[in-house]
């Protein structure tokens, strides 16, 4: 299977993608990967500063070529962006991948991140801006979805067995 990914993850800044991706790729005893880290990694800075140097636009296009390039070498567990489902040529990207939509209420995001200003789309009045960020997302995530897994109130073994479920994937 090299070069296509057994499962890719999307959903919402702090929903657990990363942590949940990890425990994932664990259980199916392949790699895991996240786009973000990738960027970060190329760039050799923060996300966070990359927004604030260059802007969304040319974040975008970066994070538009990593997950293109991402889908095409891993073939274990990967993590995007919450923002990477905006680009119309990666939701074509993930028309017959196995994808999981990890969702969460405003309420579980406040609790997981604090809805902090390390996260540059919600550096003013987060509550609001996560909402609103959250109905233009929604439906893009939903689209994309083989599954969607609800993390509201569960750990991150709960979550991951339960996208595991959903797919019908078996441990390694």
Not at 28 to 41: E, P
Not at 45 to 70: L, P, W
Not at 88 to 106: E, F, I, K, N, P
Request: no cysteine; charged share 30%; net charge negative.
């Amino acid at each position: 299977m090299s070069g296509v990914p057994v499962v890719v993850l999307v959903g919402p800044m702090g929903v657990g993608k990363s942590t949940v991706g990890g425990l994932m790729a664990e259980r199916l005893g392949v790699g895991y990967r996240d786009t973000d880290d990738d960027i970060v990694a190329e760039q050799g800075r923060t996300i966070s500063e990359i927004f604030v140097d260059d802007g969304e636009a040319a974040f975008r296009a970066m994070e538009k070529q990593a997950v293109r390039r991402a889908l095409e070498e891993h073939d274990g567990v990967l993590a995007l962006g919450g923002g990477a489902v905006l680009d119309a040529g990666t939701r074509a990207l993930l028309a017959g991948q196995r994808v999981v939509y990890l969702s969460m209420d405003v309420e579980e995001a406040v609790k997981r991140t604090g809805l902090n200003a390390a996260r540059p789309l919600l550096a003013v009045n987060p509550r609001k801006q996560w909402r609103e960020l959250m109905e233009a997302r929604r439906p893009l995530y939903e689209e994309v979805a083989t599954v969607v897994v609800a993390t509201d109130g569960r750990t991150p073994e709960e979550v991951t067995e339960a996208a595991l479920d959903a797919l019908e994937l078996k441990d390694a």
